[in-house]
DNA sequence: GTCTATAGAGTGATAGAC
DNA sequence: GTCTATCACTCTATAGAC
């Protein structure tokens, strides 16, 4: 073990403390201890924290979207892409657990313009979901909503799974995946007798705003 | 204004001072100047930094707690039951945006036993739906499913809107209510001509693990 | 209840030897 | 490419005057 370039070695060590710890309660000194390496030393592979924190940002952020593109591979059927987009997406945020959850939390740590460069790729991922809701709304396969809203819906609660998922829990990935696969496509179809019901009536007040 | 009392003063600044930027990122200084006094004096009305994040934790969730039973009472229709559960969780989550993002992002800065009392109480909370799903199920208003793993995915579905909704956006609190109620209630009962399909298919291999 | 002053530890980052 | 040593700074928290 440990044959791998120091590079990746440091970039493991960091992703592990950034998951347990956050990004600004794991230091440099703790990241080179568990690199097995001083902390000067980390210095000569990465520039500075924050050049850590973006390197481990853009290549998760690069990875979910070549993983969404293969997953939809071939797929025509709109509710048949909905499914593989929904089932790579969980798949992929379970598998890779740590990167995901830093890539979901820890955005403050950057600075403006890695921060926008994160938020482009993020942006253009949740894109391809928008586009497949919005067709399938226009095949009427899908129930009249709003694009926008749906995909975050979906997204989050997707990306949620990665936050308690236990490799070794009751459920395997696949069984989790089927679960959101069929909760996401019935709700973007309508359930039987669905009234569009004007909901509201009265809400209590809130209390110590 | 700022006749409220400074310890009140003190954990609204640090309320938005711990959404902005996080609780390892701000520091009491901070959170000293934008109550408008000097940081010594903060340690006046709490004891370190820890007890008054558990502070604002505590106070999140006994309202968030309170909010849902007023939301529930007198309510005994099923489906009434879990939408209006969730109209409460969006609205609460919507209208006290800062401290519920705290309470999803910063639990790690609490000590072990604050730590535990905190999830002891979001646990309860949990409880109330995973009972609504339940009985739903049993009544077979619902489909079949798993009401953990159910609850999770309505809640993180609801409390995500928090992070991205503005106040003066172009939909409103309740509109974005209803169309989270509507998705729910949809993927809780089964859609028309839905089968239990047997997922899978081929996976593409996972880069980079 | 707020202040000034400071203790004591840890931080990210750099210099320069090997 | 890794090391030791150190800089300059910030952090949480405390002591004690007023």
């Known amino acids: 073990m440990s044959t791998a370039p120091m590079k990746d070695t440091i970039r493991q060590a960091a992703i592990d403390l950034f998951y347990r710890k ?38 998760i952020m690069d990875d979910l979207m070549a993983f969404l593109e293969a997953s939809l591979a071939g797929v ?42 994160i938020v482009r790729r993020r942006d253009a991922y949740e894109r391809v979901f ?42 395997t990935v696949d069984e989790i995946a089927e679960i959101y696969e069929n909760f996401i496509i019935s709700g973007l179809k309508r359930a039987e007798g669905e009234a569009v019901c004007g909901a509201a009536g009265g809400s209590p007040s809130l209390l110590r705003v």
């Open 76 to 117: 025509v059927d709109i509710e048949a892409r909905m499914r593989a987009a929904v089932r790579g997406h969980v798949q992929f945020h379970l598998r890779r657990q740590k990167e995901n959850f830093i890539a979901n939390s820890e955005l403050r740590g950057l600075t403006e313009a890695h921060y926008q460069d």
């Open 22 to 59: 956050g990004y600004f309660a794991a230091s440099i000194s703790e990241i080179a201890a568990a690199s097995g390496i001083r902390k000067a030393s980390l210095y000569h592979h990465y520039e500075s924290k924050e050049a850590l924190l973006f390197a481990i940002l853009k290549i």
């Open 130 to 171: 928008q586009e497949i809701i919005g067709s399938g709304r226009r095949q009427r396969v899908f129930a009249p909503g709003d694009d926008k809203i749906l995909s975050y819906a979906i997204l989050t609660l997707c990306t949620a799974g990665a936050s308690w998922f236990k490799p070794d829990g009751r459920l």
